[in-house]
């Protein structure tokens, strides 16, 4: 199955099976890339939310008019921070961000109840990193990747440039399909 991208200087579509990194600034405006790679040519999709509560996932989506009938969100926030949680049908919680048992858990059930053409954003590695470390985060964007290839459905994984070591960005590089690369005035560059 083909997916059309719709980012600006990337290809017009990437096979199903696709895992792309998305590396960034600190201080990067990234929803834009997210928010568009999410709301083209799909019939559903999961974003794995580390950065934001699920509340400001729905807000940054109303804005950015993504179709919400199609989202399902994972809060890894809310618990740890002790905010309220309003259970929903698409709406889910793992106890935190370093929980990545249980967020890759929940991608591949998202994945094996949905059909059609699936997207995963995961907003973001470093804050998964932050909680936990970046040898388990690693193997837990593997097993992701590997979901997207058996369920035929596409990814977006977030990584702040800043954050991490040379070494430990070019080791997410290579375990990724394509990186896109976005730098501090928005240029974005695409290599797959």
């Not at 696709?18 to 790679?37: A, K, N, Y």
């Not at 921070?81 to 929940?106: E, F, H, I, Q």
């Not at 094996?112 to 985060?137: C, F, I, N």
């Not at 440039?161 to 730098?183: K, N, P, Q, S």
């Amino acid at each position: 199955m083909e997916y059309a991208l719709a980012v600006e200087n990337g290809p017009e579509t990437i096979p199903g099976g696709t895992g792309l990194l998305l590396v960034h600034p600190s201080i990067g405006e990234t929803d834009r890339i997210d928010t568009d790679f999410l709301k083209t040519d799909t019939d559903a999709f999961l974003v794995v939310s580390t950065r934001t509560t699920a509340r400001e996932v729905e807000q940054k989506l109303e804005y950015y008019d993504v179709d919400e009938e199609k989202a399902t969100i994972l809060d890894t926030l809310s618990v740890e921070r002790g905010y309220s949680r309003r259970s929903s049908d698409d709406v889910y919680y793992v106890s935190a961000p370093d929980d990545l048992d249980g967020v890759v858990d929940r991608v591949e059930r998202f994945l094996s109840e949905t059909d059609g053409k699936r997207r995963v954003s995961v907003d973001s590695l470093t804050e998964m990193a932050y909680y936990a470390d970046d040898d388990a985060v690693y193997e837990a964007a593997a097993e992701v990747l590997e979901l997207l290839a058996t369920h035929d459905a596409v990814g977006i994984f977030h990584l702040s440039e800043e954050v991490h070591e040379v070494a430990t960005l070019d080791r997410f590089r290579e375990l990724f399909d394509g990186v896109i690369t976005l730098d501090e005035t928005g240029a974005v560059e695409v290599s797959l």
